[in-house]
């Protein structure tokens, strides 16, 4: 009986949050930088009057179409946008604009949309957009000077100024969906989907 080699997979990402998921599971995956222009992309779908969530699949979709009209298999797209009640908030470019995202943030719920797309032979074959809520308390001004002054330049990474898997937690109240998509990669379906088509064991 002839065994069927299951196709490589490739995150179109550099990103080590997402690669640290996708490893903590067991999928065996290559990194490959999308180089799509999301600034441009992004000016382009917000003048076409596009939401956070529309942006997050259209910029997911993108890099795995990208990465996928040069490399073999299945390649993952993923982006992550945050929706403060319409507003697209941006990872801060200092602490200075991180600590005007936390402001804007305190107290209120905001959306983290988490898209993914999976694209084959320059074709998006699977997408996916999962958009947990999560609520932040209302700390104070000396919490948010400590934070920032412990944290401030990790935080930049991150849309929003907080990794959830570290000390920025400790912002919230409530947290709603799923916690991989806040992550940044809504693992479950993705895995899901590579038992399909035969990457993993189903």
């Given at each position: 009986m002839t065994s069927i080699t299951?196709?490589?997979?490739?995150?179109?990402?550099?990103?080590?949050?997402?690669?640290?998921?996708?490893?903590?599971?067991?999928?065996?995956?290559?990194?490959?930088?999308?180089?799509?222009?999301?600034?441009?992309?992004?000016?382009?779908?917000?003048?076409?009057s596009a939401g956070p969530r529309e942006i997050a699949l259209a910029l997911a979709e993108a890099k795995a179409v990208a990465v996928s009209v040069r490399t073999p298999g299945l390649v993952i797209g993923a982006d992550q946008?945050?929706?403060?009640?319409?507003?697209?908030?941006?990872?801060?470019?200092?602490?200075?604009?991180?600590?005007?995202?936390?402001?804007?943030?305190?107290?209120?719920?905001?959306?983290?949309?988490a898209a993914l797309a999976v694209a084959e032979s320059g074709e998006v074959i699977w997408r996916l957009t999962e958009s947990p809520s999560l609520t932040m308390r209302a700390f104070s001004d000396a919490f948010l000077a400590d934070y920032l002054a412990?944290?401030?330049?990790?935080?930049?990474?991150?849309?929003?100024?907080?990794?959830?898997?570290?000390?920025?937690?400790?912002?919230?109240?409530r947290i709603e969906g799923d916690y991989f998509a806040i992550l940044g990669l809504p693992l479950l379906p993705l895995l899901a989907l590579l038992r399909a088509r035969g990457v993993l064991t189903a």
């Open positions: 299951p196709p490589p997979v490739v995150l179109a990402s550099q990103s080590a949050a997402r690669a640290a998921l996708l490893t903590g599971a067991g999928v065996s995956f290559a990194c490959q930088g999308a180089g799509v222009d999301e600034a441009a992309v992004k000016a382009e779908l917000i003048a076409q946008t945050l929706d403060l009640d319409g507003r697209l908030f941006d990872k801060p470019r200092d602490p200075g604009e991180a600590r005007e995202h936390l402001l804007a943030l305190r107290g209120r719920t905001h959306q983290l949309h412990a944290h401030g330049q990790a935080i930049l990474s991150s849309v929003g100024g907080y990794q959830l898997e570290r000390p920025g937690i400790q912002l919230f109240e």
